[in-house]
Nanobody, 125 residues
Framework: QLQLVESGGDLVQPGESLRLSCTAS????????IGWFRQAPGKLREGVSC????????NFANSVKGRFTTSRDNAKNTVYLQMNDLRSEDTAVYYC??????????????????WGQGTQVTVSS
């Protein structure tokens, strides 16, 4: 059974970069689309970015376009979220999730059936 574990969350200053990792166990990530979502205190979970089964990146949130990129390394069974030029509004718990259809056309959380436990990203001076 597929399990996902996020890592890489940290406290950084505005303008800095951070790379999150989502590592799978129990099954290969081949064929899955992997989405990144985030949830700030008091807010709904928001779709951020996604990489489909072919490796194509899709940004769900307009606020991260040009700053965030999702990529995958199937040999390592890992997906990455590269976050550049971080802003205070990027502060949230970040989750990765797997979509068995393998496509990133649907941002709804219901399309992703396996979730990691989350990793905290805090952007503050």
């Amino acid at each position: 059974q597929l399990q996902l574990v996020e890592s890489g969350g940290d406290l950084v200053q505005p303008g800095e970069s951070l790379r999150l990792s989502c590592t799978a166990s129990g099954s290969t990530l081949d064929g899955y689309a992997i989405g990144w979502f985030r949830q700030a205190p008091g807010k709904l979970r928001e779709g951020v970015s996604c990489v489909d089964r072919s490796g194509a990146n899709v940004n769900f949130a307009n606020s991260v376009k040009g700053r965030f990129t999702t990529s995958r390394d199937n040999a390592k069974n890992t997906v990455y979220l590269q976050m550049n030029d971080l802003r205070s509004e990027d502060t949230a718990v970040y989750y990765c999730a797997a979509n068995p259809v393998g496509l990133c056309v649907v941002v709804a959380t219901a399309a992703f059936d396996t979730w990691g436990q989350g990793t905290q990203v805090t952007v503050s001076s």
